[in-house]
């Protein structure tokens, strides 16, 4: 009996301590810098999904985080051939491979990279990839001309361009 009751006593004078400790309150005063509102991850306006809303830069402006008529623009032009991954807040378009009727002996996939909000000539990028079958073996890839680069780039830009002015007229 006197072996529990001295565990039963050092039990107590523990959660009694326990308490004691825990009853403590702080002396610290709150500091007001601890009041201000938590600033964004997505910044100060935070995510705008609809354009045409208070916000927008203007023209071409919309809630992603490129310009709209290139994103746009870009779709068109790549409209025949299938996507693989579109994605309008990083701007970054990836097609599929693509093989025309006509050649059937090679392939391309496509990437474009819309680079600012600003309908400018170095606001997108386009790279192409392509691939040739070999008697015999698997795709092999061949490097493809950067004419053809830019001639896709080019042909991006002139459809922004028509939607922007499409844009103005219209309204």
């Not at 090679?106 to 400018?120: H, N, S």
């Not at 001639?151 to 002015?165: F, H, N, S, V």
Request: proline letters at 5%; charged letters at 25%.
């Amino acid at each position: 009996m006197k072996m529990y009751s001295g565990a039963l006593r050092s039990t107590l004078i523990l959660i009694a301590s326990t308490f004691l400790l825990v009853s403590c309150e702080s002396v610290l005063t709150p500091d007001p810098e601890d009041d201000k509102p938590a600033e964004s991850v997505f910044g100060a306006g935070g995510i705008n999904l609809f354009a045409n809303t208070e916000g927008d830069k203007g023209p071409g402006a919309s809630g992603i985080a490129v310009n709209a008529f290139l994103w746009r623009a870009s779709l068109d032009t790549l409209s025949f051939i299938p996507l693989a991954s579109a994605d309008p807040f990083g701007g970054v378009i990836i097609t599929d491979w693509y093989r025309s009727a006509e050649n059937d002996g090679e392939r391309f996939k496509i990437t474009v990279y819309i680079l600012d909000r600003a309908l400018r000539s170095d606001g997108v990028r386009a790279t192409i990839f392509k691939q040739v079958a070999k008697p015999g073996q698997a795709w092999v890839d061949t490097p493809a001309s950067e004419s053809l680069n830019r001639a896709l780039e080019d042909k991006i830009l002139t459809r922004a361009r028509q939607l922007r002015i499409k844009g103005r007229t219209s309204e």
